[in-house]
């Protein structure tokens, strides 16, 4: 059953993903910071406020993910930010992250571009493993 994204439950299970992948343990092995992934609020598309997570991320492994606070969001080296539409293109493998935030569609609101790049291989797989979490957005307003 299609677990709703940027929920407690989807990022525990994205979580539980991260630490069964052997690939994101050998691009991620010197990533060593928590990140926050934010679904920005778009009542259209049914996301009546915004939405996100936080991962605690420790040289390729997943120590923790849950629903971020506002201590989250103002502390974490990184936090990413998107409309439901540009996550849903970046979990369908429409988008690369990296891609996406060159073009604006994924916006860094925290952390520098600069030294992300430096672990553009993480967070490529960061989001292929997050995509393989059966996941549905939640339906758009009529």
Avoid: N
Avoid at 69 to 94: C, I, N, Q
Wanted: glycine share 6%; charged share 30%; net charge negative.
């Amino acid at each position: 059953m299609p677990i709703e994204v940027f929920t407690e439950e989807w990022s525990r299970a994205c979580c539980e993903r991260l630490a069964g992948s052997e690939e994101y343990r050998r691009v991620a092995g010197e990533w060593d910071f928590p990140v926050v992934l934010v679904m920005e609020r778009d009542p259209a598309l049914g996301v009546e406020e915004e939405r996100a997570v936080y991962f605690d991320l420790h040289r390729g492994e997943c120590q923790g993910a849950r629903l971020a606070t506002e201590d989250d969001l103002s502390r974490a080296p990184y936090v990413m930010r998107a409309t439901p539409a540009a996550w849903r293109h970046l979990l369908a493998g429409e988008l690369d992250p990296i891609a996406a935030i060159m073009r604006g569609s994924l916006r860094l609101s925290r952390g520098s571009l600069l030294s992300l790049a430096r672990y553009a291989g993480a967070a490529k797989e960061l989001v292929k493993v997050a995509s393989q979490v059966e996941a549905e957005f939640p339906p758009p307003r009529l």
